[in-house]
């Protein structure tokens, strides 16, 4: 019964201390919220972490042979004629994502 009691207790702190971590920034820096250089960070930084992983996903992918990327071009173009379409960045990504793992899955990927 004693594990139990420790097991919650350590599962409490947990919750609260990432309930603090993700509270604190909105607590402590609201008087600033309106700063240009965070409204210049919120506007581009999500674009540029999106082609960092962008670069991160393809960055074993060889041109050389044909056998390597054919999934992962094909759930690219997905993704980007979807959101070029639909402007919805979680319908494309989900898309590209099932797309890409059907492929993998099946005899079509090779």
Partial sequence: ????????????VMAIATFMTRALPFI?????SDHP??????RYLPPVMMVL??????RDLRFSTFNDGPAELLALALVVGLHLWRGNALLSIMAGTGLYMFLCQSALAG
Avoid: A, R
Wanted: charge should be neutral; include cysteine.
């Fill in 1 to 12: 019964m004693q594990d139990i009691h420790y097991l919650l207790l350590v599962i409490t």
């Fill in 28 to 32: 402590l820096l609201y008087k600033v």
């Fill in 37 to 42: 250089m965070l409204l210049y960070l919120g």
């Fill in 53 to 58: 992983l962008l670069f991160y996903c393809f």
